[in-house]
């Protein structure tokens, strides 16, 4: 078990957590900040924990959106008025937007690579540090396992409570804020009402400038709340092993007593590690090992979802992208080019959106990845989280006791073994 360090005893930090968030820098695809970045300025640099820069670009884009009435015109050129398109317009406003537009783009893409390389250095450091919680007179917050779908199921509900969830508080009550803005002004609650109870939607009532916003901002906050769930569960992962530390070599026991009995077991990483080992101390059980399993796999053979191993890059990525476009033209075009109302046009092609964003992420992408030996974000930061979990028992109520142990923390029994076995293997 490793002395905790501070942060001002390592050169390059990864982590930080605090009483109102937990802030991180992961490894990342550059073209998913990019992408966000091109979906309302600020997504990237919000996933990427810079929420300063993220705030300040979102504001502005929205500000400035609404002067040169961007949306209204996409949505006027998208169904074919292009007059409508051409005098709405506001040129004056409209090349800051651009302005706006590229720079938050370009810089994303550039936070993105630095994010990649200093995950590197910080990983090779001698000394690291990681913080599981953080307690305070009025929050508390703490590094812990969470269920990336969950994560996406609340932002599905309200946009931002999957960060909520997630224990990111900042970006949580900024996105909130800005979704029940958005809501408010595009009606989206009125809107979702009239569909549900079956009565009609007049499309000269609705504020499209509103409501376009509306796409980009769910799809972001349902996929940032899956891939933070993701990397929070990897920094669990990073923080134990650095914690615990490893041994290459196993201590073989004194040999004054006669055939001590070692159970052997096997785990998945994550809260129930730190209870099993609180629990054999407890108990006098103190003679254990654990050892990490690593699971790393960068190869260039893999087309599918590989995020939880250590290269960055998730199928969920095309899913949320295909899902946003597709619900954003569904939008646009429900009642105007197709039957059926924005509302039930956006969902229906939120829907199919996704589902052809991951046939096209997995097997187009992933295809073309495997045929030019793409890897463009390595890694080396375990992500499978196995444990292999040694105890040594001196009599038959240790041994029952270390048994009781293992099957109420969810530890799989794989076998026993005496000393001289173990001993004979590892000399």
Request: with cysteine.
């Amino acid at each position: 078990m490793r002395t905790p360090i501070k942060k001002d005893d390592v050169r390059y930090v990864k982590m930080d957590i605090t009483p109102i968030g937990i802030n991180f820098i992961h490894r990342s695809h550059p073209w998913t900040a990019l992408w966000w970045s091109a979906a309302i300025p600020g997504f990237g640099h919000m996933h990427l924990g810079a929420y300063t820069r993220g705030l300040i670009f979102m504001a502005g884009e929205i500000f400035i959106n609404l002067k040169a009435h961007i949306n209204l015109a996409i949505f006027y050129t998208f169904t074919g008025n292009f007059v409508k398109a051409n005098h709405v317009l506001n040129e004056r406003w409209a090349l800051f937007y651009m302005a706006v537009w590229v720079f938050a783009m370009h810089d994303a893409w550039r936070l993105t690579i630095e994010g990649n390389r200093i995950c590197e250095l910080e990983e090779a450091q001698e000394k690291r540090y990681f913080k599981r919680m953080r307690l305070a007179l009025f929050s508390v917050n703490m590094l812990d396992q969470r269920i990336p779908s969950l994560a996406a199921f609340f932002s599905t509900i309200l946009g931002g409570s999957g960060q909520l969830y997630n224990g990111q508080f900042v970006k949580g009550f900024i996105l909130i804020g800005w979704t029940m803005v958005i809501n408010y002004y595009a009606q989206t609650n009125h809107l979702l009402s009239k569909f549900f109870l079956g009565k009609q939607i007049y499309l000269q009532n609705i504020d499209w400038q509103w409501l376009l916003f509306l796409p980009s901002i769910y799809g972001f906050c349902i996929w940032d709340s899956y891939l933070c769930a993701v990397e929070i569960n990897k920094l669990l992962v990073e923080e134990q092993r650095y914690h615990f530390g490893t041994k290459k070599h196993f201590h073989a026991v004194s040999r004054r007593r006669h055939y001590p009995m070692y159970l052997i077991g096997t785990s998945k990483q994550g809260i129930d590690l730190e209870l099993i080992v609180n629990s054999l101390k407890t108990h006098g059980l103190d003679k254990y090992e654990v050892f990490f399993l690593d699971r790393l796999n960068n190869a260039k053979i893999e087309t599918g979802d590989s995020i939880r191993k250590s290269d960055g890059i998730s199928n969920f990525n095309g899913t949320m992208c295909g899902a946003t476009v597709l619900m954003l033209f569904g939008t646009m075009w429900g009642g105007s080019l197709i039957p059926g109302g924005p509302i039930a046009i956006g969902l229906s092609g939120f829907v199919l959106g996704g589902i052809l964003g991951y046939i096209i992420d997995r097997y187009i992408v992933g295809w073309v990845r495997v045929k030019l030996n793409w890897d463009p974000v390595k890694g080396s930061n375990p992500m499978d989280g196995e444990i292999l979990i040694l105890v040594k028992t001196m009599n038959k109520d240790e041994y029952d006791y270390a048994k009781k142990i293992f099957s109420e923390k969810n530890v799989i029994f794989v076998g026993e073994t005496e000393q001289k076995s173990l001993q004979a293997f590892v000399s």
